[in-house]
């Protein structure tokens, strides 16, 4: 089945830092990825939605020159938390479309940032 | 604004009954609708789906009914067992959002030996 990974699976890093987190998807090409962010006991909430070659579209409220989104090859997407503070820290997850057509989306097993 | 909502944070069964997890959306052009299963510090995994088209799917244990004059979807589990603890998404999209996923606010399942 489609597998989609992530890397650090948990980091910690100090105030002010960046920190980047990379999504692959091992087994497809992944036309879109998107990323989410899930605070403790509340919904997964979708960031930005990437698409391979062109820049990211972020949803509402989502701070653009902060988290960086580069989608550079049909595997792999990266999120950089840049100037990170302790509210940043989060469950990141990003999930992986084949198929624009295609509903399914593939779920990395997330990353664990937590902020000092 | 929560278009996808999950009334219920918890629920508790226990083994071999049935588990019903509840979920409503507001959004009537949502014509999608997914349940993932989340362990604790892990991704979300896809658990079944079901289109606008139908309004029951089934798949082993797990049975997904959809009501769309209601805009209620629900997710039965039977029989449930206690591996199936965990946290229950239920999820819509819509083609014209770009088939992006609203999730609700999960529903955390605890099956009692």
């Known amino acids: 089945g489609a597998v989609v990974s992530q890397h650090p699976s948990w980091v910690i890093c100090k105030s002010g830092t960046s920190v980047k987190i990379e999504c692959r998807s091992l087994?497809?090409?992944?036309?879109?990825m998107f990323w989410y962010r899930q605070f403790p006991k509340q919904s997964l909430m979708l960031m930005a939605t990437?698409?391979?070659?062109?820049?990211?579209?972020?949803e509402q409220g989502v701070e653009k020159d902060k988290f960086l989104i580069n989608h550079a090859s049909l595997t792999l997407s990266t999120l950089t938390v840049t100037s990170a503070h302790p509210e940043d820290s989060s469950f990141y997850i990003c999930?992986?479309?084949?198929?624009?057509?295609?509903?399914?989306?593939?779920f990395g097993p997330g990353t664990r940032l937590t902020v000092t | 604004d929560q278009q996808v909502k999950q009334n219920s944070p918890s629920l508790s069964v226990q083994e071999g009954r049935i588990s019903i997890l509840n979920c409503d959306y507001t959004?009537?052009?949502?014509?999608?609708f997914l349940w993932y299963k989340k362990y604790p510090a892990e991704g979300p995994t896809f658990l079944i789906s079901?289109?606008?088209?139908?309004d029951k799917n089934e798949d082993g244990r797990f049975t997904v009914f959809l009501n769309k004059s209601a805009k209620h979807l629900s997710l039965h589990i039977v029989p449930s067992q206690p591996g199936d603890s965990a946290v229950y998404f239920c999820?819509?999209?819509?083609?014209?959002?770009?088939?992006?996923?609203?999730f609700g606010t999960g529903t955390s399942l605890t099956v009692i030996p």
């Open positions: 999930s992986a479309r084949e198929d624009a057509r295609n509903y399914e989306q593939y």
């Open positions: 959004n009537s052009m949502f014509d999608y």
């Open positions: 990437s698409n391979e070659g062109s820049k990211a579209t972020y």
């Open positions: 999820a819509a999209s819509a083609l014209y959002t770009g088939n992006q996923f609203y």
């Open positions: 079901i289109s606008s088209i139908k």
């Open positions: 087994d497809f090409q992944a036309t879109t």
